[in-house]
């Protein structure tokens, strides 16, 4: 792959965005900043993929919203993992790294 | 429950309209917009151009925007589907727990909703059943009948051959017409036992035109009834089981019917036969004499409206036909018929049955109504005693809207549990009705629960839930708290509370009455009917039913024979007194054959204004036989035979009705009606006394006899006066015809009293019904008061211990506590007459001598509900009676 940044494959955003709540509740914006500056800018995800996939995740009962205040004390939407999202990133983890290591493996061995 | 999705709600945030949703999403992406900027501005862009740039860095803006409302409007439009279950989950949790906590008012409760939900649901069955389910053919609807009009204006439905070629000819708006007559057949030979069939000859073209398919074999060709064609029959379902065991192969074989072999060509499904309950049906086959004839009516016409036609178009096109047909063939028809009309086919076969089912109905519809007045009652009164709960709940925070759901709630499955106790009960009692049914009510034998009778008892079970709850649900929800508060935890609902309970006793009583009433004028109507004379001793006699195939009786002197030889062998049993036969003159039973006469003598008559009288053929000893007495002259004698003079009788009917103030005996007449060139008729050498020839309600007709020497036909009904049981004669009977030709059917063998049993079966039937439901209302009312004045002396009991306390002997206080329940039987018996007034109106023609404000049954249905209102609040009264003073004085 030539270019710097690469697209993300469908279902990745989902597991990012659970892996960034598992630390705590964060509003959409931070949720886009933590993940820029974790993958140092090599995964381009766009905001308003970013967004719908945190709506979609919510109507699934994966992650739920509340409004609340931001650092610099304005009105934003938190999210928050709920338990069932928790088993969710727990099962798509383990299943990217059987994948990862299964992809590697081919990889180096050629 | 499904687990919500979202937050784990402890308090529920109000619902947010899809507006709200809009203003969120918009504010949720407007704050990233703002970060963004702000991170941009703070890298050095300009703060107009940042703002832009956030903008293009975040995508498809107003494409995220409507894709997060979309799924959020949804999201909330489940959530709030989840909370309205959940709700109705704890409502009716709620509300198991609260009957469960009262099983005795829960039972009766139920069960008075049982009876009324049950009986409601069998009589709609049998109503939607008979008269508003579709008949069985294929588009019935567009099933229609022709009917001439008479030039009194009554509908005639027969018609001539000619008169129907015509006008099948003639007629534009319709795809098709078929003509039949009834009649029967006897079928023999094959090993079983002779049979009489019920059945028709029909055109070939009857089954396409009912869209009739078989369910074996086919139906007639269209040149099946060409005189060339072969002998055919088609079969019933039930003959094809009943007989053959529904042997496929019968399609081919050859039956013999009436003496000739008949091919089967096919089978026609249970349930679609026309007549009802026939068994086979022959081609009737027109001669050229028979096209052309005009003025013998016995066809039955059934016709399929052309595809678009409406039945008013038919009717104006058929009138113009008939009229025509009237102008044209004046001597044939003027007499008989001005103009034509048309009618839906259903209306004839549903017939009279229609009035009487649609009373039952209404009737039973009050009884639901009187149950639904008293379970009303019994829930004001279970509510008076909730009052501190209700406040409580209300002083949490419920609203008045929740309180009033969870009431109705309590009372949609009090309606439901009681539905589904009535559908048992109701399954029960259609079997019941179906098996007392007397004969004659069409389609009855189709009749079942169905699923449109099982949604109809879901549909009453739930309106007679929110008829009964909605009253008492608002009433108890208006429960002011200051008021209960002030009063202690027995709060009295006040004069609204009684009122209403009141009122609701008044309903049911006077619906009641209306019931009573009904049931007395049908109950009056029968015993009129019971006390008729018919005229005739049917007491010992045994009659029965013979049809002689002319295939086999050719001629006169074969019937003659036949019919000397079977008397011969009637006389020969042991206990047999008399014997006799009759053609048409069966009592009760009689087939209305009526012919033209002249009397010898007198001017004749234009043929519009010929007149006819009912005929009837006997033998010498029927009169003696069925105990009609000669009143005057003789009657036939074994001299009466052929060749000898021509002589008959005359009924008193006949007397009055043609011999005003004259002499009838002498006199000659002469029948529109030539055998082998003789003209029938003769001198009248007696008058026999009247009886009654269709129905005991039924006028009698004019009638003349003729002796059976003189006129033999081959349709006899023999009767027997023996001092042995009816079975011991039956069976005997069978075993002489058989030796007499094996292959002669004996239908319709039954003790007369039988006969004279059935034609009441139809009155004491619907009198019984509504007679039952009358009794079940009258219970369910003296429930009721009974329920309002206990409950009335136990509000009271404080009052009445004053009173005694000050004197008031205990005869006093239940003079006045029965007063309180007469005061409302009272205004319930007279709402009830004027209503009875109203409703019985409609019923007039059910009734039989007996005028529907009949005031004996008014004044006796306004006797009974007092007395009945008196001692269901004697009860209570004792109670109060008993009261001791010093008790509830310090009791409260």
């Known amino acids: 792959m030539a270019k710097d940044t690469l697209d993300l494959m469908q279902g990745t955003v989902a597991v990012l965005i659970l892996k960034t709540l598992s630390w705590g509740p964060r509003h959409g914006y931070d949720v886009s900043r933590w993940i820029k500056s974790q993958t140092e800018g090599v995964l381009e995800l766009e905001d308003a993929a970013l967004y719908q996939a945190l709506h979609r995740l919510e109507k699934k009962g994966w992650i739920a919203a509340e409004w609340g205040l931001s650092e610099n004390k304005r009105r934003a939407r938190f999210y928050q993992l709920t338990d069932e999202g928790r088993g969710q990133l727990q099962a798509e983890v383990s299943t990217w790294r059987r994948y990862a290591e299964a992809v590697f493996k081919v990889i180096e061995t050629a | ?892």
């Open chain 2, 1 to 892: 429950m499904a687990r919500v999705p979202g937050f784990r709600r402890s308090f529920r945030f109000p619902w947010r309209t899809a507006d709200q949703v809009s203003a969120e999403v918009e504010e949720e992406l407007g704050f990233h917009l703002e970060m963004v900027a702000e991170e941009l501005a703070a890298q050095g862009w300009p703060a107009e151009q940042a703002r832009l740039e956030a903008v293009r860095r975040f995508g498809d803006v107003e494409g995220t925007k409507r894709f997060c409302r979309a799924l959020e409007v949804r999201k909330e439009t489940r959530m709030k589907w989840m909370e309205t279950l959940g709700e109705l989950g704890q409502d009716l949790r709620f509300a198991g727990r609260q009957l469960a906590k009262s099983p005795g008012f829960t039972l009766v409760a139920v069960l008075t909703l049982a009876l009324g939900i049950g009986a409601t649901t069998s009589i709609f069955s049998v109503v939607y059943g008979v008269v508003l389910r579709a008949l069985p053919f294929a588009e019935a609807e567009r099933l229609v009948r022709p009917y001439f009009v008479s030039p009194e204006g009554e509908p005639r439905g027969a018609f001539s051959v000619a008169n129907f070629l015509d006008w099948r000819a003639e007629s534009k708006t319709i795809a098709g017409a078929t003509a039949m007559y009834q009649g029967t057949m006897n079928l023999s030979g094959g090993g079983g036992e002779p049979e009489r069939l019920p059945g028709a000859f029909v055109t070939a073209d009857y089954f396409s035109v009912l869209g009739v398919r078989p369910v074996a074999g086919r139906t007639f060709a269209p040149d099946e009834d060409s005189p060339k064609a072969a002998l055919t029959v088609v079969i019933s379902e039930e003959l094809w089981q009943r007989r053959f065991g529904r042997d496929p192969e019968v399609v081919g074989r050859s039956l013999l019917l009436n003496g000739k072999p008949h091919t089967v060509v096919g089978v026609i499904a249970r349930g679609t036969q026309l007549p009802a309950g026939a068994d086979a049906w022959v081609p009737m086959v027109f001669t050229e004499d028979d096209r052309n004839q005009r003025g013998a009516v016995y066809l039955a016409v059934v016709a399929r409206l052309a595809p678009g036609v409406t039945l008013e178009q038919a009717r104006a096109e058929s009138d113009v036909i008939g009229r025509r047909l009237a102008e044209q063939y004046p001597e044939a028809n003027a007499s008989y018929m001005k103009g034509m009309t048309i009618k839906p086919l259903r209306e004839q076969i549903v017939g009279e049955t229609r009035k009487p089912l649609l009373v039952l109905l209404g009737a039973v519809g009050f009884v639901l109504l009187i149950a639904c007045t008293n379970v009303a009652n019994l829930l004001l009164v279970r509510a008076a005693s909730r009052e501190g709960e209700i406040v409580i709940r209300s002083a949490l925070g419920a609203k008045r809207s929740r309180i009033v759901r969870q009431l109705l709630t309590e009372s949609l499955v009090l309606a439901l549990v009681g539905g589904a106790a009535g559908v048992a009960l109701a399954s029960w009692a259609l079997k019941a009705l179906v098996k007392l049914a007397p004969r004659g009510i069409p389609r009855l034998e189709e009749i079942s629960l169905d699923s449109t009778a099982l949604l109809f008892a879901l549909g009453i079970s739930l309106l007679t839930g929110i008829l009964f709850g909605l009253v008492p649900a608002l009433q108890t929800s208006r429960t002011d708290l200051i008021a209960v508060i002030r009063e202690g935890t027995r709060g009295s609902k006040g004069r609204g509370g009684t009122r209403l309970r009141n009122a609701l006793v008044v309903t049911e009583m006077a619906l009641a009455v209306v019931l009573l009433a009904s049931a007395g004028l049908l109950l009056r109507s029968f015993a009129r009917l019971q006390e008729v004379d018919p005229g005739f001793k049917p007491e010992s006699v045994v009659t029965f039913n013979l049809e002689l195939p002319e295939t086999k009786y050719t001629d006169e002197p074969k019937l003659r024979a036949f019919l000397a030889a079977l008397t011969e062998r009637m006389h020969r049993l042991p206990g047999v007194e008399s014997v006799g036969a009759t053609v048409f003159g069966l009592p009760l039973a009689g087939v209305d054959n009526t012919l033209s006469f002249q009397i010898e003598g007198r001017p004749p008559l234009p043929p519009d204004k010929e007149e006819s009288i009912r005929i009837a053929i006997v033998t010498p000893d029927f009169f003696r036989t069925v105990g009609v007495p000669v009143v005057r002259g003789r009657g036939f004698t074994a001299q009466d035979r052929q060749g000898a003079q021509q002589v008959v009788l005359l009924n008193e009917s006949a007397v009055r009705r043609h011999f005003p103030g004259e002499e009838p005996l002498g006199k000659r007449f002469e029948l529109g009606w030539t055998s082998d060139g003789v003209t029938r008729g003769g001198e009248v050498v007696g008058i026999v006394a009247d009886f009654k020839q269709n129905a005991l309600e039924g006028e009698i007709d004019a009638q003349l006899f003729l002796p059976y020497d003189q006129a033999p036909l081959e349709s006899l009904a023999v009767a027997l006066r023996s001092t042995q049981d009816p079975q011991v004669v039956a069976a005997a009977v069978r075993t002489e015809v058989r030796e007499l030709d094996p292959d002669l059917p004996v239908y319709g063998l039954q003790p007369m009293t039988e006969v004279v049993a059935a034609s009441t079966s139809q009155s004491r039937f619907y009198m019984l019904l509504l007679g039952g439901f009358a009794v079940v209302s009258l219970i369910l009312a003296a429930i009721g008061i009974y329920g309002v004045i206990a409950y009335a002396v136990r509000q009271r009991t404080q009052e009445i211990g004053i009173r005694m306390a000050l004197g008031a002997t205990s005869e006093r206080v239940m003079r006045m506590v029965v007063g309180q329940g007469l005061v409302l039987a009272g205004a319930g018996a007279l709402a009830g007459l004027l209503g009875a007034y109203l409703a019985t109106q409609g019923m007039q023609s059910l009734l039989y001598e007996v005028s529907a404000s009949d005031p004996v049954i008014y004044t006796g249905v306004a006797l009974v509900l007092v007395l009945v209102a008196a001692f269901a609040s004697y009860l209570p009264a004792r109670r109060a009676a008993e009261i001791e003073p010093q008790m509830t004085i310090r009791g409260e």
